[in-house]
């Protein structure tokens, strides 16, 4: 169910820890990362919604085995396939059983989303400009040489939101948002001021 994935600076030691999930991997590069598989989301208005209908089986003992997660993980597995060029993220509202989707919008994979999602489980369905995987090529892109700043500002973080833009966190937005614009274009970029991160002491 990954909806938000991080690209961490190496000084950022401790990852950054969004929702409920985190699954971390060490690069080549040197970097963290982490893929957030439930972002605890807020509630916005969505201009479309359903509430599934699929029968539910027993839940299981796992944390997870739940018709919520259930669902996103049916979700998941639509947009990593043929619904890859439509769908940009999704995250979690736990305390309302809910789920917020972001996607191109289009008939072929809201049906495909509210049929995937079991009785009880709403989905709030929020239009984007722009897929998934664009997004993650533009993160990559930003984060190869997060040390190419070092003297004029501290990249610290690149992450792609379930809403539909990089999240670049750096030390100083005033000089670095020109740059970085300048360098990757303004679309689907917001650059803002994040602290340092430090690993926790054992």
């Known amino acids: 169910m990954g909806n938000r994935s991080w690209i961490v600076a190496a000084v950022a030691t401790a990852g950054v820890v969004v929702g409920a999930a985190l699954y971390i991997d060490e690069l080549e590069t040197g970097h ?24 539910s089986p027993e839940d299981g003992d796992a ?8 669902t996103l993980d049916r979700i998941d597995k639509l947009a990593a396939g043929e619904y890859a060029d439509v769908y940009t993220g999704m995250g979690v509202d736990e305390d309302a059983h809910a ?21 009880g489980v709403k989905l709030r369905l929020h239009p984007a400009d722009v897929d998934r995987r664009t ?19 501290q990249l610290r973080e690149v992450g792609v939101d379930e809403r539909g833009f990089v999240h670049v966190g750096v030390d ?5 948002a020109p740059l970085i614009e300048k360098a990757f274009g303004a679309r689907y970029i917001k650059v803002e001021y994040v602290d340092q991160a430090y690993a926790a002491e054992g």
Do not use: Q
């Not at 997004?135 to 500002?153: K, P």
């Not at 100083?172 to 670095?176: E, F, Q």
């Open 32 to 55: 963290t990362y982490i893929d957030v598989e439930a972002t605890v989301s807020p509630s916005p208005p969505a201009e479309d919604w359903c509430v599934g209908t699929l029968p």
């Open 63 to 70: 944390p997870e085995d739940t018709p919520l997660y259930r």
């Open 99 to 119: 789920a917020d989707v972001w996607r191109i919008p289009g008939h072929d994979f809201d049906t495909a989303a509210c049929d995937a999602a079991e009785k």
């Open 135 to 153: 997004l993650d090529a533009l993160a990559e892109r930003i984060s190869e040489d997060m040390t190419r700043w070092d003297g004029t500002f």
């Open 172 to 176: 100083d937005p005033g000089t670095a």
